[in-house]
């Protein structure tokens, strides 16, 4: 069965860093597309970073030059490391997983989530 565990999560203060993981199990880890997602208190989710079996990645606008998604294929790990942490990048963190990109948002697997609060 297919399952993804996050974990990385915390308080920091802005300007701060912290590196979230992803550890799946249950299927081709090396075929998949993942990605990191993220939701606010009364807020849509949004993507924040994927990226695929080819190792191409993508970025939200939001986020880019300050976050780092990569994976470990030996150790069927995703990583993201955020750096330059704002107040506004304070969500709760999910990882997703799903042959396609494109289908990520919608159709993927996810885990559990870890939390990220980032005081000024």
């Known amino acids: 069965q297919e399952q993804l565990v996050e974990s990385g999560g915390g308080s920091v203060q802005a300007g701060g860093s912290l590196r979230l993981t992803c550890t799946a199990s249950?299927?081709?880890?090396?075929?998949?597309?993942m990605g990191w997602f993220r939701q606010a208190p009364g807020k849509e989710r949004e993507g924040v970073a994927t990226?695929?079996?080819?190792?191409?990645?993508t970025y939200a606008d939001s986020v880019k030059g300050r976050f780092a998604i990569s994976k470990d294929n030996a150790k069927n790990t995703l990583y993201l490391q955020m750096n330059s942490l704002k107040p506004e990048d304070t969500a709760m963190y999910y990882c997703?997983?799903?042959?396609?990109?494109?289908?990520?948002?919608?159709?993927?697997?996810w885990g559990q989530g870890t939390q990220v609060t980032v005081s000024s």
């Open positions: 249950g299927y081709t880890y090396r075929s998949i597309c």
């Open positions: 990226i695929d079996s080819d190792g191409s990645t």
């Open positions: 997703a997983a799903h042959p396609d990109c494109d289908l990520l948002d919608d159709f993927g697997y």
